[in-house]
């Protein structure tokens, strides 16, 4: 854009804060009709100490803070003549480049998500499982497809802002996957927002840049469709079925217990391992399948189900399961959800739904219960499983006192 007729505002504004009552104050540019989020001015005031262009006299140090935002817009402004002198073009994303260039080094938005990616693997703090790595990764790959497309391989992670993101979320509704489909899910592309919005911090307190400009920003949970599941006939046709090939008999056998233990297929992989030790009596003197979950450490504590044991003693002992790779489970049990018209989704993850969808609406276990059974704290989330129905409701209307009919004296 030539610098002649380029016009530039420096305004600043408010934030909410997590603190009540306190807000953080923002600069932002407007150059040539484009809007600009710079960074933010590191000043923390009560609301009403904003009178809209300056920190109010009610604020103690309203002095100091005017100052402060007094140098940032004549530096800004600085900016903006020496380019006019230079004849350098003017944008609102070289402006911002050159602000911040003093603190940053300038690090561009691939380069610092793959670090991410190295410095996930490598922290031995978090002890991340290689299949969690390997989420973070998928979503680097997505995101550098888009950076591509857009022909944006060079943005500065200082430049990477809640317009660059709205972008991708909606890149990622519109792109055409593989077999014709076109655009992810919307709980997809919401953990993939999750995701960048967590490098973006670890990357400000790796101090890769000085500004974090997703700060503030609240992902939008998806409302989510129905679980992909077996009901309890499906669950019964898949028990009762026999495989001839010896491989797809295997792969159901596991799938079944996963519908009757609950566990993520990961969680079934280290417990297998872990038998001798994570089979324990409860409190009931019976056998439960207790460890913590390899994602967040929290305690599953389940019954040995009927079903778990007799698949369990088909094969001898937990050690002697025909436990696969992932992904050639997942491969197999799509042959097996075609012989018996399955679902064409099913997957390892449908297991756990399943099992979840029988404790709520065939066990009529309560939601605290369920929580204990899956390995969760809370039930924020839940309904990505299964939720309570009409089965639930009918059997809990048959157990009502007030429904049933009174005894005439």
């Given at each position: 854009m030539k610098s002649k007729h380029v016009r530039m505002e420096v305004s600043f504004w408010r934030h909410k804060s997590k603190r009540a009552g306190m807000s953080t104050l923002y600069c932002r540019i407007h150059v040539a009709g484009k809007q600009k989020d710079i960074c933010s001015t590191g000043i923390t005031i009560k609301d009403e100490h904003w009178d809209g262009s300056k920190v109010s006299s009610d604020e103690p140090q309203a002095q100091g803070y005017n100052e402060c935002l007094v140098i940032m817009h004549d530096r800004l402004l600085a900016i903006r003549n020496t380019m006019l002198r230079t004849g350098e073009p003017i944008t609102a994303d070289k402006i911002k480049r050159e602000f911040l260039k003093g603190d940053s080094p300038g690090i561009k938005f691939a380069e610092a998500f793959d670090r991410y990616i190295k410095d996930c693997k490598a922290d031995t703090d978090r002890a991340l499982e290689e299949s969690s790595v390997t989420v973070y990764d998928n979503v680097r790959k997505k995101m550098l497809d888009f950076l591509i497309d857009k022909k944006a391989l060079d943005v500065l992670i200082d430049d990477f802002d809640h317009e660059w993101l709205l972008q991708y979320r909606r890149w990622m509704k519109s792109v055409r996957l593989k077999g014709g489909k076109v655009g992810h899910a919307d709980s997809y592309i919401a953990k993939h927002s999750q995701t960048i919005r967590d490098m973006v911090r670890w990357a400000k307190r790796k101090k890769l840049t000085q500004v974090n400009q997703?700060?503030?920003?609240?992902?939008?949970?998806?409302?989510?469709?129905?679980?992909?599941?077996?009901?309890?006939?499906?669950?019964?046709?898949?028990?009762?079925?026999?495989?001839?090939?010896?491989?797809?008999?295997?792969?159901?056998?596991?799938?079944?217990?996963?519908?009757?233990?609950?566990?993520?297929?990961?969680?079934?992989?280290?417990?297998?391992?872990?038998?001798?030790?994570?089979?324990?009596?409860?409190?009931?003197?019976?056998?439960?399948?207790?460890?913590?979950?390899?994602?967040?450490?929290?305690?599953?504590?389940?019954?040995?189900?009927?079903?778990?044991?007799?698949?369990?003693?088909?094969?001898?002992?937990?050690?002697?399961?025909?436990?696969?790779?992932?992904?050639?489970?997942?491969?197999?049990?799509k042959l097996v959800a075609a012989e018996l018209n399955l679902p064409d989704e099913l997957s390892s993850k449908a297991g756990r739904k399943t099992f979840t969808d029988w404790c709520f609406n065939v066990l009529l276990l309560s939601t605290p219960s369920v929580l204990v059974l899956l390995g969760r704290k809370t039930a924020k989330g839940l309904e990505v499983y299964a939720r309570p129905d009409e089965r639930r409701v009918i059997a809990e209307l048959a157990q009502s006192k007030a429904l049933k009919p009174k005894r005439k004296g």
């Amino acid at each position: 854009m030539k610098s002649k007729h380029v016009r530039m505002e420096v305004s600043f504004w408010r934030h909410k804060s997590k603190r009540a009552g306190m807000s953080t104050l923002y600069c932002r540019i407007h150059v040539a009709g484009k809007q600009k989020d710079i960074c933010s001015t590191g000043i923390t005031i009560k609301d009403e100490h904003w009178d809209g262009s300056k920190v109010s006299s009610d604020e103690p140090q309203a002095q100091g803070y005017n100052e402060c935002l007094v140098i940032m817009h004549d530096r800004l402004l600085a900016i903006r003549n020496t380019m006019l002198r230079t004849g350098e073009p003017i944008t609102a994303d070289k402006i911002k480049r050159e602000f911040l260039k003093g603190d940053s080094p300038g690090i561009k938005f691939a380069e610092a998500f793959d670090r991410y990616i190295k410095d996930c693997k490598a922290d031995t703090d978090r002890a991340l499982e290689e299949s969690s790595v390997t989420v973070y990764d998928n979503v680097r790959k997505k995101m550098l497809d888009f950076l591509i497309d857009k022909k944006a391989l060079d943005v500065l992670i200082d430049d990477f802002d809640h317009e660059w993101l709205l972008q991708y979320r909606r890149w990622m509704k519109s792109v055409r996957l593989k077999g014709g489909k076109v655009g992810h899910a919307d709980s997809y592309i919401a953990k993939h927002s999750q995701t960048i919005r967590d490098m973006v911090r670890w990357a400000k307190r790796k101090k890769l840049t000085q500004v974090n400009q997703l700060d503030g920003l609240r992902i939008k949970q998806p409302e989510y469709g129905e679980p992909v599941m077996l009901t309890e006939e499906q669950f019964t046709d898949l028990l009762k079925h026999r495989f001839k090939n010896k491989v797809l008999q295997e792969t159901a056998d596991i799938f079944i217990l996963l519908c009757r233990c609950g566990f993520h297929y990961g969680d079934l992989q280290d417990f297998v391992k872990e038998h001798r030790t994570a089979l324990r009596l409860g409190l009931d003197g019976k056998p439960w399948l207790i460890k913590d979950r390899i994602k967040t450490q929290v305690s599953i504590r389940v019954p040995q189900f009927a079903a778990v044991e007799k698949i369990v003693k088909k094969y001898g002992g937990w050690e002697q399961l025909p436990i696969r790779p992932r992904g050639k489970f997942n491969g197999y049990l799509k042959l097996v959800a075609a012989e018996l018209n399955l679902p064409d989704e099913l997957s390892s993850k449908a297991g756990r739904k399943t099992f979840t969808d029988w404790c709520f609406n065939v066990l009529l276990l309560s939601t605290p219960s369920v929580l204990v059974l899956l390995g969760r704290k809370t039930a924020k989330g839940l309904e990505v499983y299964a939720r309570p129905d009409e089965r639930r409701v009918i059997a809990e209307l048959a157990q009502s006192k007030a429904l049933k009919p009174k005894r005439k004296g």
